[in-house]
């Protein structure tokens, strides 16, 4: 089974409007993370947002904000505002077990998303 | 600020070559990580390292082999380049200890084997 699952090949919003990428994650580990990375088209990898399984807040970050439903097992990502410059492939990946003990992220196939003028 | 450098954005290798990616990290991170990007595929990691010698498999190790002699360096290494290894590959590095374990990120190297 899929440890991290993206739904969404591709999306598109208009600038200036919100809009929720989706992610689930699959895990017996009761300790974990999740990350949200942005992969612009000049390749690069940058960090978002994380979300640890113990957090009981919903992590934001500016203009992004996770919205961790731990029972569903989805870890969606909400980008307000939209910018042009959000046009970019995202991805979610996990660490599984404790911080500080795992090494690896899992990621997800992405999501390719698009902002309209 | 953490840098991971990739020797080359972009190369062109023939079947049957040997290949040498090089990643650079100037933080004293103890993992490193090789991860090849496929479109629809997402990051599927080849090989990481969690101190100096040492290695472990991640998913997709086949036709690869890894090196790293000092720290700050992890080289992946494609013993007979194949077509079938044209891909983006990405190096990252992490502190064990580190903020939520994140993984920092080298700019990429987009591999094409004739």
């Known amino acids: 089974a899929q440890k991290i699952t993206q739904t969404q090949p591709g999306m598109f919003v208009q600038e200036k409007e919100a809009v929720t990428l989706d992610c689930t994650y699959d895990t017996s580990d009761q300790s974990y993370g999740l990350f949200w990375y942005k992969q612009p088209s000049s390749g690069e990898m940058i960090f978002l947002i994380y979300?640890?399984?113990?957090?009981?807040q919903n992590a934001t970050e500016g203009r992004y904000s996770l919205n961790f439903q731990k029972a569903r097992k989805s870890a969606n990502l909400v980008i307000s505002a939209s910018q042009l410059g959000d046009s970019a492939m995202y991805f979610c990946?996990?660490?599984?077990?404790?911080?500080?003990?795992?090494?690896?992220?899992?990621f997800g196939s992405g999501t390719q998303l698009t902002v309209l003028p | 600020d953490v840098k991971v450098t990739q020797s080359s954005r972009y190369l062109v290798k023939r079947t049957g070559e040997k290949v040498f990616l090089e990643c650079v990290q100037d933080m004293d991170h103890e993992n490193m990580f090789w991860y090849r990007q496929d479109p629809g595929l997402g990051l599927r990691l080849i090989y990481f390292?969690?101190?100096?010698?040492?290695?472990e498999k991640g998913d997709i190790p086949e036709g690869y082999s890894v090196s790293r002699e000092k720290k700050e360096r992890f080289s992946l290494i494609l013993e007979s380049a194949s077509t079938n290894q044209t891909s983006m590959y990405l190096c990252a590095s992490s502190h064990p200890s580190g903020q939520n374990n994140e993984q920092f990120f080298g700019p990429g190297t987009r591999l094409t084997v004739l």
């Open positions: 390292s969690y101190d100096v010698k040492m290695k």
């Open positions: 990946a996990m660490r599984e077990g404790r911080l500080g003990s795992a090494r690896q992220l899992t």
């Open positions: 979300q640890g399984s113990y957090d009981e």
